[in-house]
């Protein structure tokens, strides 16, 4: 069944505003990479429009459903002035809450020595226990696409990680402290939930990322590519992700990532509750 064609509004910087709630736009410097991004986007169908929120909206688009890649207030006001129908979306706190990185810290397993602190102190005794790899990976409560990471080599002396610390934890929203692994296999499980909570499942996905964890490319997995025991971590984590969402009261797009590493398996390193670059694929079923 065909459905009508929307405008959509790919505000891929949405973390940021979630982070620093208020009025805010894409540096200068991020407008490129997000105009590349907007380009190898599959989400848009082939009557749909992009929304170039800096450029005059065209008078043919009033009336059109809205869509945005996360329905942040920046995301609604541009489609409202654009004269388009608003979709239904949570609420700001709800996306906030929702894409926390803390929404799913103590609900599954994670690497060894993993924790997510809020004080210089937890920081500190956390890496004080040594990494298993001798790596340490710091995720702000908000990093996206690669941005918001640091990486510190035990024994390093870096006063640029001091630095970066001290400015992540300031913001009094926590950071997220774990062993820097070789991934083997990045993956992604795409989904979506209604406001009744009912739950639509995609196909799971291999992601191709840069060295910096940032995407590059989204294929249907093949058949055999999780073992059985991958498999049931899974399912289970997807379990959890649903449960967590449904808690804060969020509906609509999500994604799941998880990744092989030369130690195990991490069946949830992120959750993305907006759309992302794999979802099409997935929710497709290829």
């Keep these: 069944m065909s459905r009508e064609p929307r ?22 410097t991020l407008r490129p990479r997000f105009a590349q991004l907007a380009a190898r986007t599959t989400l848009l169908a082939p009557n749909d429009h992009r929304l170039d929120e800096f450029a005059p909206a065209e008078p ?5 459903a809205g869509a945005a890649w996360c329905p942040t207030p920046r995301a609604l006001r541009a489609l409202s ?12 706190d709800v996306l906030r809450a929702a894409n926390h990185r803390r929404l799913m810290n103590g609900r599954l397993e994670s690497l060894p020595g993993a924790r997510y602190v809020h004080t210089r102190a937890e920081y500190e005794e956390t890496v004080a226990r040594a990494s298993i790899t001798g790596s340490w990976l710091l995720k702000r409560a908000y990093s996206y696409n690669g941005r918001g990471r640091c990486r510190w080599r035990e024994g390093a002396d870096d006063r640029h990680v001091a630095r970066w610390v001290d400015a992540a934890l300031a913001t ?3 950071l ?16 979506e939930i209604t406001r009744a909570g009912e739950v639509q499942r995609g196909t799971l996905t291999v992601q191709r990322v840069d060295a910096f964890g940032a995407w590059a490319a989204t294929e249907i997995s093949p058949p055999g590519t999780l073992t059985e025991a991958e498999t049931r971590l899974l399912e289970d984590a997807l379990r959890e992700v649903v449960t967590a969402l449904r808690d804060v009261g969020y509906f609509g797009p999500f994604g799941v990532d998880a990744y092989r590493w030369t130690g195990g398996f991490v069946p949830c390193c992120d959750v993305n509750a907006r759309y992302t670059m794999g ?7 290829g």
């Design 7 to 28: 405008l959509w509004v790919l505000n891929f910087d949405a973390e940021d505003e979630l982070a620093r709630p208020g009025a805010m736009t894409p540096s200068p």
């Design 279 to 285: 979802w099409a694929v997935g929710m497709s079923g």
């Design 81 to 92: 002035r654009a004269g388009a129908r608003l979709p239904a979306a949570p609420t700001a």
């Design 60 to 64: 043919t688009w009033r009336g059109m």
């Design 172 to 174: 009094g929203e926590g």
């Design 176 to 191: 997220q402290v774990e062993p820097e692994v070789p991934r083997t296999l990045d993956l992604g499980l795409h989904g």
